[in-house]
Structure formats: structure tokens, C-alpha cells
Nanobody, 122 residues
Framework: QVQLVESGGGLVQAGGSLRLSCTAS????????MGWFRQAPGKEREAVAT????????NYADSVKGRFTISRDNAKNTVYLQMNTLKPEDTAVYYC???????????????WGQGTQVTVSS
């Protein structure tokens, strides 16, 4: 069993930046494909960014390309989401997710974090 704990959310003005962190405990972090998802009020949860388990190849939703960057540090059991040029439409609860033993995080990850609120004011 792995536990994912997010941090770094908060309130920021449009155009600002935030960095989310997600630290895993319990199992070998390098065996997990990782990703960030978000869910805005009244909307379905969507994948924002993923990072492959061994190649570290990244993938982004079209809405965040060029503004968000996902990275991982296996030595710290942590995955990050650097969010720049934030927009009000980025307001959501952001969740860290992990899929064990797969190269890419799936749409139904094995583990979820508790979520962290990101609010972007206009």
C-alpha cells in the first residue's frame, strides 16, 4: 500500500505560479507511473500531466501545455507540478495519482492523494 500526500495548493492571482508536490510512502516510488489530475466544481476529473515510470517522458492536457511542467525525483519519492501563468479556469482540486508497475499512469490509477485546492483569482 502506498500513501500519496500533496502540498503546495493555495490562492493565487491570474498570471501567478504555484508548485505542487506529492510525496509517496510505503513502497518503492520508482515502480510507479505518476500523474496529476484535477477536478473543478461541476466537472469530471481530468488528467493534467503524466510522467512515465522509466523514461520520464511527459504528457500534458492541451489546456496546460506550455504552462505546466511535471517532474519526479525518485530519491525523494516526490512528483512535482510546476504551474505558471495560471488562469481562473485552472481553479480545481488537484490530485496526485500513481499506477503500479505500468509505464504510464492509467485513467483508473491504483492510488490517489487526498487532493489540494488551487484557486486562481481574476
Amino acid at each position: 500500500q502506498v500513501q500519496l500526500v500533496e502540498s503546495g495548493g493555495g490562492l493565487v492571482q491570474a498570471g501567478g505560479s504555484l508548485r505542487l508536490s506529492c510525496t509517496a510512502s510505503g513502497r518503492t516510488f520508482s515502480t510507479y507511473a505518476m500523474g496529476w489530475f484535477r477536478q473543478a466544481p461541476g466537472k469530471e476529473r481530468e488528467a493534467v500531466a503524466t510522467i512515465r515510470r522509466t523514461t520520464y517522458i511527459t504528457n500534458y492536457a492541451d489546456s496546460v501545455k506550455g504552462r505546466f511542467t511535471i517532474s519526479r525525483d525518485n530519491a525523494k519519492n516526490t512528483v512535482y507540478l510546476q504551474m505558471n501563468t495560471l488562469k481562473p479556469e485552472d481553479t480545481a482540486v488537484y490530485y496526485c495519482a500513481a499506477t503500479e508497475g505500468r509505464e504510464v499512469v492509467t485513467s483508473t490509477p491504483d492510488y490517489w492523494g487526498q487532493g489540494t485546492q488551487v484557486t486562481v483569482s481574476s
